[in-house]
């Protein structure tokens, strides 16, 4: 087989895998079957990524050649992607076996199977070449996230799941609309086949309103400030290992959905010029850097400060694409995969302590810095990269996007990237506070340090954290090749 017909098993094997995983009994297979898909998911999402930064592949389903058929389009934004999500996956997993024992208790397989659907919903998103298709993959995600996030221990976690699926439903049901519009007036679904039939029809009202449509429906998926009010719930109540999975992934992939159908669909000089959306994704992103930044530093409890952080971080990555310029899309994609891996890592260290304290809130965070030294080390590396400090993931993300904002004229970008960064330093600094200089509670049980199976993947994904912010051509190569792949699908930039 070619690497071109392997390509669409990255979604295939864990959708085939997840209805296997729901028979499984017990606890081990269910979490092994979960990884092994995950794995084969990464490694042919590796193998792809090289030969899709050289130019775009594509792979017609049936051999039904396109636009008539399905095709699955992998250039070098989406292959990025795909590489990260499916990574992120393995990476959750082997941190998750012990988080999910302890929360669901012994039968696990409907859980993984719906973890699995999440994860091929999410890569199919990614990789197809068919608007419709994006739709469909987007349900298989959603629907199965909605239920994984009912899967937490508390009883709010119904609540936030059944919010999640309302506005959840209102995103992708916009979206739908939008490509409806496209459909009536272009007769065709392919995103490279409607880039050359709009031209034909751009003036007309129906695809101005099919582009706003299709904004709003996914800045509703990826949180994007007013529309966010599903996600504080969502990442606080669900279980520990879906919070770092979707925490990393979800809103990562409804980005580059928005910027997937801004670049190449419609063409930047159009998108940018018939709404203003340099403008409004420019006062989206300095209002969630803020608010989000702000809100996080009141939060008791730690997931919930996590989580106005992701929107927060959600803003960096919306001020790049507001920029709209290729040094600014390229800061961007860096962001996203610089967040993903810094999100997983604060959201793992916070549920390795609920793994073993049974609580998030800050005051279980007392004195845990000397009984566990390892967790909490790793919480404080990850809070230095979500800061931005040199040497980690973060600056590097960061220093690429205030390179943008004086490359695009804005100098005064700077000063507001720099502030909104130093209140981060004030939510982590709150958490090593609590567990470095305040005693723990005279009636507290002694702690004792959560075990390797927790650690060691923590500890992977923090590495990775500083990994990427020494070594970074992978990252930065990954999000150049981005930019340019959908910066050459529209000729040119505003």
């Given at each position: 087989?070619?690497?071109?017909?392997?390509?669409?098993?990255?979604?295939?094997?864990?959708?085939?895998?997840?209805?296997?995983?729901?028979?499984?009994?017990?606890?081990?297979?269910?979490w092994?079957?979960?990884?092994?898909?995950?794995?084969?998911?990464?490694?042919?999402?590796?193998?792809?990524?090289?030969?899709?930064?050289?130019?775009?592949l594509?792979?017609?389903?049936?051999?039904?050649?396109?636009?008539?058929?399905?095709?699955?389009?992998v250039?070098?934004?989406?292959?990025?992607?795909?590489?990260?999500?499916?990574?992120?996956?393995?990476?959750?997993?082997?941190?998750?076996?012990?988080?999910?024992?302890?929360?669901?208790?012994?039968?696990?397989?409907?859980?993984?199977?719906?973890f699995?659907?999440?994860?091929?919903?999410?890569?199919?998103?990614?990789?197809?070449?068919?608007?419709?298709?994006?739709?469909?993959?987007?349900?298989?995600?959603?629907?199965?996230?909605?239920?994984?996030?009912?899967?937490?221990?508390?009883?709010?976690?119904?609540?936030?799941?059944?919010?999640?699926?309302?506005?959840?439903?209102?995103?992708?049901?916009?979206?739908?609309?939008?490509?409806?519009?496209?459909?009536?007036?272009?007769?065709?679904?392919?995103?490279?086949?409607?880039?050359?039939?709009?031209?034909q029809?751009?003036?007309?009202?129906?695809?101005?309103?099919?582009?706003?449509?299709?904004?709003?429906?996914?800045?509703?998926?990826?949180?994007?400030?007013?529309?966010?009010?599903?996600?504080?719930n969502?990442?606080?109540?669900?279980?520990?290992?879906?919070?770092?999975?979707?925490?990393?992934?979800?809103?990562?992939?409804?980005?580059?959905?928005?910027?997937?159908?801004?670049?190449?669909?419609?063409?930047?000089?159009?998108?940018?010029?018939?709404?203003?959306?340099?403008?409004?994704?420019?006062?989206?992103?300095?209002?969630?850097?803020?608010?989000?930044?702000?809100?996080?530093?009141?939060?008791?409890?730690?997931?919930?400060?996590?989580?106005?952080?992701?929107?927060?971080?959600?803003?960096?990555?919306?001020?790049?694409?507001?920029?709209?310029?290729?040094?600014?899309?390229?800061?961007?994609?860096?962001?996203?995969?610089?967040?993903?891996?810094?999100?997983?890592?604060?959201?793992?260290?916070?549920?390795?302590?609920a793994?073993?304290?049974?609580?998030?809130?800050?005051?279980?965070?007392?004195?845990?810095?000397?009984?566990?030294?390892?967790?909490?080390?790793?919480?404080?590396?990850?809070?230095?990269?979500?800061?931005?400090?040199?040497?980690?993931a973060?600056?590097?993300?960061?220093?690429?996007?205030?390179m943008a904002?004086?490359?695009?004229?804005?100098?005064?970008?700077?000063?507001?990237?720099?502030?909104?960064?130093?209140?981060?330093?004030?939510?982590?600094?709150?958490?090593?506070?609590?567990?470095?200089?305040?005693?723990?509670?005279?009636?507290?049980?002694?702690?004792?340090?959560?075990?390797?199976?927790?650690?060691?993947?923590?500890?992977?994904?923090?590495?990775?954290?500083?990994w990427?912010?020494?070594?970074?051509?992978l990252?930065?190569?990954?999000?150049?090749?981005?930019?340019?792949?959908?910066?050459?699908?529209?000729?040119?930039?505003?």
């Amino acid at each position: 087989m070619t690497l071109i017909e392997w390509m669409p098993f990255s979604v295939l094997v864990p959708l085939i895998a997840a209805p296997v995983c729901a028979l499984l009994p017990g606890r081990m297979l269910p979490w092994l079957l979960a990884l092994l898909a995950a794995a084969a998911s990464t490694l042919i999402a590796a193998l792809v990524l090289p030969a899709a930064m050289a130019g775009p592949l594509s792979y017609a389903f049936g051999n039904w050649p396109p636009p008539i058929g399905i095709e699955y389009r992998v250039d070098g934004a989406n292959a990025f992607v795909a590489l990260l999500v499916s990574g992120l996956a393995v990476l959750a997993t082997l941190w998750g076996r012990k988080s999910v024992d302890d929360e669901l208790g012994e039968r696990q397989g409907v859980f993984y199977s719906l973890f699995l659907l999440a994860l091929a919903g999410l890569m199919g998103i990614t990789l197809t070449g068919d608007a419709f298709n994006v739709f469909v993959f987007l349900e298989i995600s959603s629907l199965s996230t909605y239920a994984l996030i009912a899967h937490g221990p508390d009883r709010r976690a119904l609540l936030a799941s059944f919010r999640y699926l309302i506005m959840g439903t209102v995103g992708a049901t916009f979206f739908l609309i939008g490509v409806g519009f496209l459909y009536i007036m272009t007769g065709t679904l392919n995103m490279v086949d409607l880039a050359e039939r709009l031209p034909q029809v751009a003036d007309t009202r129906t695809v101005q309103v099919a582009l706003a449509f299709i904004i709003v429906g996914m800045g509703l998926k990826l949180a994007m400030l007013p529309l966010h009010l599903w996600l504080p719930n969502a990442y606080t109540y669900a279980p520990n290992f879906i919070s770092v999975f979707i925490a990393g992934t979800a809103t990562k992939v409804a980005l580059y959905v928005m910027i997937r159908m801004i670049y190449t669909v419609f063409g930047a000089d159009y998108s940018y010029g018939v709404l203003p959306l340099a403008a409004v994704f420019l006062a989206l992103a300095l209002a969630g850097m803020f608010i989000g930044a702000w809100t996080a530093i009141f939060q008791a409890n730690l997931k919930r400060m996590l989580a106005w952080s992701s929107i927060s971080q959600v803003g960096y990555m919306l001020l790049g694409l507001a920029l709209g310029t290729a040094a600014g899309l390229t800061a961007s994609f860096l962001h996203l995969f610089n967040h993903a891996l810094i999100k997983a890592a604060l959201f793992m260290a916070v549920g390795t302590v609920a793994w073993r304290v049974g609580s998030v809130r800050i005051e279980a965070f007392h004195g845990l810095g000397r009984q566990m030294p390892w967790t909490m080390t790793a919480f404080a590396l990850a809070g230095l990269s979500i800061i931005g400090i040199p040497t980690t993931a973060g600056f590097i993300s960061k220093w690429y996007l205030i390179m943008a904002a004086m490359d695009a004229g804005q100098p005064w970008l700077v000063a507001l990237i720099v502030i909104s960064s130093l209140m981060a330093v004030i939510y982590v600094w709150r958490v090593v506070e609590a567990a470095w200089f305040k005693s723990r509670p005279a009636e507290a049980e002694p702690v004792r340090e959560a075990p390797l199976a927790l650690l060691v993947p923590l500890w992977l994904v923090v590495g990775l954290n500083f990994w990427f912010g020494l070594d970074t051509r992978l990252p930065v190569a990954g999000a150049t090749a981005a930019a340019q792949a959908l910066i050459g699908s529209t000729g040119a930039l505003p």
